[in-house]
Each structure stands twice: as C-alpha cells, then as structure tokens.
C-alpha cells in the first residue's frame, strides 16, 4: 500500500513570496498531521487535521495555515516567507487521531528560501 | 511543560558494538512513547511504542523499556551494524485533547563504523 506521499520533494522561494505544499495520507488514513524540522528548533508540531477539521494547533505565527480535503489530502501554506521559514516539512498520517500507534510520515518537503 | 531530553551526539560505535541511547521525559500524566529513525534525505520512520509502564517495545534488535519510576525510554541494541546509521528521536504523545501532539527530543546521530 501506498505511504504518505508529500510534493514537492524540493522548492525554493524568495522572501515575501507565499508556498504551498501537499500531502497525501495512506489511503484510509484520515488525521494528517504536518511537523517543521529545522537544525535549531528539531521537530515541532504545526497542527493537526481530521475529517476536514483542525483539531490542534503549535505556536506558529498566522503565516502559517492548513486545511484538509474531503478525500483526505491536506495542504500547508506559508505566506510572507521569511529566511527562518527554510527547513524541512514533514506530513504524517494516521487512522485516527485517538489511535494509539505512531505515524507514518511522508519524506518530506525541503523549503529553502533565499 | 511536557518534554523530551536525549543525550548528545553523535555517537560512534564500530560494527557488532552494545548501543544505548539514553531518553528521559517530562509530562503531567502518563503519554504514550516512541522511537523514531531518520535515515539521509528521508522522512520519520517508526521504530518501535510502547504505550504504558513496563511496556518494551522492540523492532529490528532495538529495544526500549518504558520505566515510570525513571521517566525514561533508553533504546537499546546489542549489536549494531553500518546500516544503523541515522539519526534516532525519542518522542511522547498524549491522545486525546488539545496535547494531541508528538513532543520529540533533539535526536542523537549514531554512526556506525565498519
């Protein structure tokens, strides 16, 4: 079965100019969870998306906004890039948010703005 | 508030070597925990949970106890090999409410030598 499927793999933006980025969960998958990893903060949670609705949010400025899709698909944007904002974007998907098992992440989406 | 402290790497160990890597939280309440491993240009993979205290959780010759009375989650390996090399996140979770999140540590880069 198919995994967590993220695109862009690589993308490069300039200051000010706004991004979007995709993730597709493991089929039958229907929380979507996106993550930044950068080498000075590591991993911290963005938010949290089930059935179309955000359920859990990290301390991101507004820049920073998601949504999920009926069939599941969720896309984070980020507009006004600032330099701080390269890092790696990680997706990952789960049945349920209750469910207790891990993840399954995506590779990723490298953002590096310039 | 709730977190996750790993020891610094990396750690440098030669092929067949015992691998510990030490994992210590902090939370109010009793979350779920987890290893994770991130290979060179990938995404998160789960390594193995352990949902309660007592609980080992094991994978691939690794393997973590879930001590409460320590707050800690150390994994360990008896014999590690190249292709171990990664970068390891000791992480928890709560389910449930607005702490619906992985909290992870800062990871711990582990190479191993032939």
């Known amino acids: 079965k198919a995994g967590v499927t993220q695109t862009p793999r690589y993308l490069i933006k300039t200051r000010g100019q706004q991004v979007t980025l995709s993730c597709s969960p493991i089929s039958g998958h229907r929380s979507v969870s996106w993550y930044q990893q950068t080498p000075g903060q590591g991993l911290q949670f963005l938010f949290e998306y089930f059935s179309e609705t955000q359920r859990n949010k990290g301390n991101f400025p507004g820049r920073f906004s998601g949504r999920q899709f009926s069939n599941s698909r969720s896309e984070m944007n980020v507009s006004t890039l600032e330099l701080g904002d390269s890092a790696l974007y990680l997706c990952a998907s789960s049945p349920r948010p209750d469910r207790v098992q891990g993840y399954t992440f995506g590779s990723g989406t490298r953002l590096t703005v310039v | 508030g709730d977190s996750v402290t790993q020891m610094e790497g990396p750690v440098t160990l030669s092929e067949e070597a015992f691998l510990t890597i030490n994992c210590t939280y902090t939370a109010t309440g009793y979350p779920s925990l987890f290893w994770y491993v991130q290979y060179p240009g990938e995404g998160l993979q789960l390594l193995l949970k352990?949902?309660?205290?007592?609980d080992k959780g094991s994978n691939k010759g690794f393997e973590a106890t879930y001590r409460k009375e320590t707050t800690s989650f150390h994994l360990e390996k008896g014999s590690v090999q190249v292709s171990d090399s990664a970068v390891y996140f000791c992480?928890?979770?709560?389910?449930?409410?607005?702490?619906?999140?992985?909290?992870f540590g800062t990871g711990t880069l582990l190479a191993v030598q032939p």
């Open positions: 992480a928890l979770r709560f389910y449930g409410g607005a702490t619906n999140k992985l909290i």
């Open positions: 352990a949902t309660k205290a007592d």
